[in-house]
């Protein structure tokens, strides 16, 4: 009997160490704060290309003003599915052709690969615009010209 009651003791004694003495005051509920939009700088000039770079450039059209716009530089694989970031940059559309240059590392360039630039512009949190897929197939400086931004399905 005395192991009984030694059990109980040390139950009751845990028991009174994980209650609280008095109810906590409810926290009053306030929504979170709203997410700073990120900040994207107007595009720099990127000074001299150096030797182991290339770099693709051209316009972007039908961007509104505002817009977010990411471009990547994507090795796809046989499934259509991005394996490899060889270059990126953001930007702010203004409403008008958008000149863009994305420099890249020519030895990171995969022989053989498909290699894909990629563009999509979206507006308070929104996907609205996309960029059919451009094939580059060859790493070297190439002015690509006018590219038009198609609607997002």
Known sequence: MPSK?????ALLSLL????SDAPKPAASVTPPAAAPAPVI?????LGPLPAYQRQLSGNL???PAGAEVEMALLVIDSRGRPQKLLASAKQRGTAQPLPFQL???AEAFPAGSRVE??????QSGQLILHLPAVQISQPT???LGNLEMIKAP
Not at 41 to 45: E, I, S
Request: proline letters at 3%; glycine letters at 4%; a positive charge.
């Open 16 to 19: 009174a160490a994980c209650s």
């Open 41 to 45: 700088k107007a595009p720099v000039d």
């Open 141 to 143: 400086t190439q002015l």
């Open 103 to 105: 420099r890249f590392a």
């Open 5 to 9: 009651s030694l059990v109980l003791l």
């Open 61 to 63: 059209l039908g961007v």
């Open 117 to 122: 630039l990629r563009a999509r512009a979206s």
